[in-house]
């Protein structure tokens, strides 16, 4: 039988191709789940379980959690990437290194077709195929929920007259686990004016009281919390239990997918939103005036390009040098209060910190300087628009 190797998450979508593919496809599908994140073990042990009795042939369990943070999320921070202001990527980033080490399994059993469980109205579809395209062209892909134009409804309608009666108490939402986030799309993120369900999201509110936390970093990388230190990974997955007990995090992004259509998606991705602007904080203390702006262009670009499935394009390590290499002094402390549905940033502490009293207090007082040669630099500085007027006589009435 042809080898087939299947991007399988253990939800409603990849359940339903495994099972088509078998069946009506006659192939002898490989199951892999490149876990970036969001498993625990039990879990992992239940996707397993769950491939095998859907009829994969053998079935894969990869951890790259510490590879994908090296080469996305760190420079995710670098670059405090947030798409429209919103969105910290939690999905579209890991869609690639997952893409990426569906080819390596194929290519090591050697596989004649790779497969996922993409719609043909999604981003996932285009970073799936690019990634794939672009370092195996070899390799015939197959989408079944993309080429039946399948609803969800139909996928369950499907499983269950084939036998397979899972739970699906969720279906009606595609749900998506990794470091970086969970995003949560179908139902009413389908509209433009209702809010998802408190439900619907993967943690619940239990904590009430607010609480302090300080988070330390190194070089832009998160590396401890409170003053215990551990591998930034570890500390991400530990600020995320202990924020998403706040219900931190939860938010829907709207945006222009690559296909060129409005879309929404809900996420709740507590740990990412609280690292990104508590790093953000922290550059705007240590980082110089056109550091932070040429950050934010390049940062955005890099966002779009990662968010659009341009990962491997050769601008991307360009702009990772330049992010990189302005984190030499984003060292220090950032003081977090965390509080039901939201946090606050309290301040920082940096032996880099820029707003160092001894050269002048904002609004206060000046000492580096003289009033002399403030009411000079004053003078000199209006010059431009000062000759612009006068020359033009401009009436400013």
Same mark, same amino acid.
Request: some cysteine.
């Given at each position: 039988?042809?080898? +087939?190797?299947?991007?399988?998450? $253990?939800? %409603?979508?990849?359940?339903?191709?495994?099972? /088509?593919?078998?069946? *009506?496809?006659?192939?002898?599908?490989?199951?892999?789940?490149?876990?970036?994140?969001?498993?625990?073990?039990?879990?992992?042990?239940?996707?397993?379980?769950?491939?095998?009795?859907?009829?994969?042939?053998?079935?894969?369990?990869?951890?790259?959690?510490?590879?994908?943070?090296?080469?996305?999320?760190?420079? %995710?921070?670098?670059?405090?990437?947030?798409?429209?202001?919103?969105?910290?990527?939690?999905?579209?980033?890991?869609?690639?290194?997952?893409?990426?080490?569906?080819?390596?399994?194929?290519?090591?059993?050697?596989?004649?077709?790779?497969?996922?469980?993409?719609?043909?109205? $999604?981003?996932?579809?285009?970073?799936?195929?690019?990634?794939?395209?672009?370092?195996? #062209?070899?390799?015939?892909?197959?989408?079944?929920?993309?080429?039946?134009?399948? &609803?969800?409804?139909? *996928? !369950?309608?499907?499983?269950?007259?084939?036998?397979?009666?899972?739970?699906?108490?969720?279906?009606? /939402? &595609?749900?998506?686990?990794?470091?970086?986030?969970?995003?949560?799309?179908?139902?009413?993120?389908?509209?433009?004016? %209702?809010?998802?369900?408190? &439900?619907?999201?993967?943690?619940?509110?239990?904590?009430?009281?607010?609480?302090?936390?300080?988070?330390?970093?190194?070089?832009?990388?998160?590396?401890?919390?409170?003053?215990?230190?551990?591998?930034?990974?570890?500390?991400?997955?530990?600020?995320?239990?202990?924020?998403?007990?706040?219900?931190?995090?939860?938010?829907?992004?709207?945006?222009?997918?690559?296909?060129?259509?409005?879309?929404? !998606?809900?996420?709740?991705?507590?740990?990412?939103?609280?690292?990104?602007?508590?790093?953000?904080?922290?550059?705007?203390?240590?980082?110089?005036?056109?550091?932070?702006?040429?950050?934010?262009?390049?940062?955005?670009?890099?966002?779009?390009?990662?968010?659009?499935?341009?990962?491997?394009? #050769?601008?991307?390590?360009?702009?990772?040098?330049?992010?990189?290499?302005?984190?030499?002094? !984003?060292?220090?402390?950032?003081? !977090?209060?965390?509080? #039901?549905?939201?946090?606050?940033?309290?301040?920082?502490?940096?032996?880099?910190?820029?707003?160092?009293?001894?050269?002048?207090?904002?609004?206060?007082?000046?000492?580096?300087?003289?009033?002399?040669?403030?009411?000079?630099?004053?003078?000199?500085?209006?010059?431009?628009?000062?000759? /612009?007027?006068? +020359?033009?006589?401009?009436?400013?009435?």
């Amino acid at each position: 039988m042809k080898k +087939v190797v299947l991007a399988y998450s $253990g939800g %409603l979508d990849t359940s339903f191709c495994l099972k /088509y593919l078998k069946n *009506e496809k006659q192939l002898e599908v490989h199951t892999i789940l490149i876990n970036t994140g969001g498993f625990d073990t039990e879990e992992l042990n239940a996707i397993e379980k769950r491939a095998y009795e859907l009829g994969s042939a053998q079935h894969i369990n990869l951890d790259i959690i510490d590879h994908y943070y090296e080469k996305a999320i760190k420079f %995710l921070v670098f670059g405090n990437v947030l798409k429209n202001n919103t969105y910290p990527l939690s999905v579209s980033a890991e869609r690639v290194f997952q893409a990426i080490e569906t080819v390596k399994y194929a290519k090591k059993i050697g596989a004649s077709a790779i497969a996922h469980g993409s719609t043909g109205a $999604g981003n996932d579809q285009i970073r799936f195929d690019l990634i794939f395209q672009t370092i195996a #062209p070899e390799l015939e892909i197959i989408t079944p929920i993309r080429d039946l134009k399948l &609803s969800r409804q139909e *996928e !369950v309608d499907y499983l269950q007259k084939n036998g397979v009666d899972y739970s699906w108490e969720k279906a009606q /939402y &595609s749900i998506n686990k990794g470091i970086w986030g969970t995003s949560v799309g179908g139902k009413e993120t389908l509209t433009s004016n %209702l809010s998802l369900p408190e &439900s619907a999201y993967p943690s619940q509110l239990q904590k009430t009281e607010s609480e302090k936390i300080t988070l330390h970093f190194k070089k832009g990388e998160i590396i401890g919390i409170n003053d215990e230190f551990d591998k930034p990974t570890a500390i991400i997955t530990q600020l995320e239990k202990l924020a998403s007990a706040f219900a931190i995090g939860r938010d829907i992004h709207v945006g222009d997918t690559i296909i060129g259509i409005k879309g929404r !998606v809900g996420f709740e991705a507590a740990a990412p939103l609280i690292i990104l602007k508590a790093h953000h904080l922290l550059e705007k203390h240590t980082l110089g005036k056109w550091q932070q702006y040429w950050k934010e262009q390049l940062g955005n670009w890099y966002g779009m390009l990662f968010h659009e499935g341009q990962f491997l394009d #050769p601008v991307m390590r360009n702009i990772e040098t330049f992010l990189e290499d302005t984190q030499k002094n !984003v060292t220090g402390t950032v003081t !977090v209060t965390l509080k #039901p549905y939201h946090f606050s940033l309290d301040g920082i502490e940096s032996e880099h910190d820029l707003m160092n009293s001894k050269f002048g207090q904002y609004g206060e007082i000046n000492n580096a300087w003289t009033a002399d040669d403030a009411k000079g630099f004053i003078k000199i500085l209006g010059n431009a628009q000062s000759i /612009y007027s006068q +020359v033009n006589s401009i009436d400013y009435d």
